[in-house]
């Protein structure tokens, strides 16, 4: 019913930046919060950023400063700007939305497939 495709996981060198961008479709009535996971090799995931309806916006302590998340109502997209990339931000990056698919459904959490991020000389 509703589908999470993300875009601009690539490998980069430590101190670089890189855009993530994901795209809702789908049988969609309303978006409350997306965000950002990622999970590393042999980690479990974690969350690395929110950002609500309104705006409100929440970082992982590992990434203020660095990242930032934003969004377009309009066009059901997020985004993560990520700045002064680590190597320790190695992971693959995945996209989530809380949906709700019609005016009678209870809201529920959508994920995309990933999208790769390594930093690496």
């Known amino acids: 019913q509703v589908q999470l495709v993300e875009s601009g996981g690539d490998l980069v060198q430590p101190g670089g930046s890189l855009r993530l961008s994901c795209a809702a479709s789908g049988s969609i009535f309303s978006i409350y919060t997306m965000g950002w996971y990622r999970q590393a090799p042999g980690k479990q995931r974690e969350l690395v950023a929110t950002i609500t309806s309104s705006g409100s916006r929440n970082y992982a302590d590992s990434v203020k400063g660095r990242f930032t998340i934003a969004r377009d109502n309009a066009k059901n997209t997020v985004s993560l700007q990520m700045n002064s990339l680590k190597p320790e931000d190695t992971a693959v990056y995945y996209c989530?939305?809380?949906?709700?698919?019609?005016?009678?459904?209870?809201?529920?959490?959508?994920w995309g497939q990933g999208t790769q991020v390594t930093v690496s000389v």
């Open positions: 989530t939305s809380h949906v709700r698919v019609s005016i009678g459904d209870s809201p529920k959490d959508y």
